[in-house]
């Protein structure tokens, strides 16, 4: 009986950190999204980081269903999302990168940033000259 209460109580501290690291770093996910699109593909950045969340969840909640009907214990299923964290962890060190705008082939650096002089919410007609001016 103790050796049960020590395991679920060790299971329950870290679920509560990985509750807080999640709560800590979800902040970060749309200010670093909208960062690395800039301003003319953050939507379609977002969309799509949307999308893939949402195929995660399904795959998860049926990946951890196999799990436990192949094994009978919810042990094995932690394990693999603990796997798939370790792994997107690592992808976020060695992968990502510096934090900063990504320039599209088709844009040079300066292209990249809206031009806002003034307000710091650019009118009508200099959202359609910044348009007009990214699309040649």
């Given at each position: 009986?103790?050796?049960?209460?020590?395991?679920?109580?060790?299971?329950?501290?870290?679920?509560?950190?990985?509750?807080?690291?999640?709560g800590?770093?979800?902040?970060?996910?749309?200010?670093?999204?909208?960062t690395?699109?800039g301003?003319?593909?953050?939507?379609?950045?977002?969309?799509?980081?949307?999308?893939?969340?949402?195929?995660?969840?399904?795959?998860?909640?049926?990946?951890?269903?196999?799990?436990?009907?192949?094994?009978?214990?919810?042990?094995?299923?932690?394990?693999?999302?603990?796997?798939?964290?370790?792994?997107?962890?690592?992808?976020?060190?060695?992968?990502?990168?510096?934090?900063?705008?990504?320039?599209?082939?088709?844009?040079?650096?300066?292209e990249?940033?809206?031009?806002?002089?003034?307000?710091?919410a650019p009118?009508?007609?200099?959202v359609?000259?910044?348009?007009?001016?990214?699309?040649?």
């Open positions: 009986m103790g050796e049960h209460l020590c395991r679920t109580y060790v299971l329950r501290s870290a679920v509560d950190v990985a509750g807080a690291g999640i800590v770093s979800g902040s970060n996910m749309w200010p670093t999204t909208q690395l699109a301003p003319h593909a953050s939507g379609r950045w977002t969309g799509l980081q949307c999308g893939f969340a949402n195929y995660s969840g399904v795959l998860a909640a049926t990946l951890t269903g196999m799990i436990v009907g192949r094994t009978g214990h919810f042990a094995p299923a932690f394990a693999v999302a603990m796997g798939f964290g370790l792994l997107g962890a690592a992808c976020w060190v060695f992968i990502v990168g510096p934090i900063e705008l990504v320039v599209w082939p088709r844009q040079t650096p300066r990249a940033l809206p031009k806002i002089s003034g307000d710091l009118g009508p007609a200099a359609k000259a910044m348009l007009d001016r990214n699309r040649t």
